[in-house]
């Protein structure tokens, strides 16, 4: 019995943690946190609209994350720049795989990817020491608040 508790507790913890260590887009305002100490990164948080706000990530390299995190506490929108690319996978997560399959097929050279969905858009663009981007959930924007404060 004993043995099945410790089990049962080894498999919710093992839970917690893989939710934590998922990505900024579509996650929780805790997820801002996790990805923060995944990138060994300094944050700070910036009012927005009144409806959501900034979280700020500067990363060792220079490059500059964004996480834009609405009053309920989801992330709706990611923006990145700067002289190297963020932790991509980390950053979209679950929606990781729509970005790598645009990229596929594309040159090396070739930086420039977009995802252009319903439920999706994601912008990435750069070359070797110049890289921005952004991502958002076009239906989990707050309520007037446009694409255009994603930057």
């Not at 498999?11 to 579509?26: D, E, K, R």
């Not at 900034?54 to 009053?71: A, C, D, M, N």
Request: with cysteine; proline share 5%; aromatic share 6%.
């Amino acid at each position: 019995m004993i043995e099945k508790n410790l089990m049962a507790a080894v498999a919710a913890a093992a839970f917690c943690i893989s939710g934590l260590a998922h990505a900024a887009l579509g996650g929780t305002v805790e997820s801002v946190q996790a990805d923060k100490s995944a990138m060994h990164a300094k944050a700070q948080v910036m009012p927005g609209a009144g409806s959501y706000s900034v979280h700020e990530i500067q990363l060792p390299s220079g490059t500059v994350v964004r996480e834009y995190v609405s009053l309920d506490g989801k992330v709706f929108a990611i923006a990145w720049e700067g002289p190297s690319l963020p932790d991509i996978r980390q950053l979209l997560g679950a929606y990781f795989d729509r970005f790598a399959t645009a990229m596929q097929g594309k040159h090396r050279a070739q930086r420039h990817a977009v995802v252009s969905q319903p439920d999706l858009v994601i912008q990435s663009h750069g070359r070797m020491g110049a890289f921005s981007g952004r991502a958002y959930l076009p239906q989990a924007l707050p309520q007037g608040v446009g694409a255009d404060v994603v930057q």
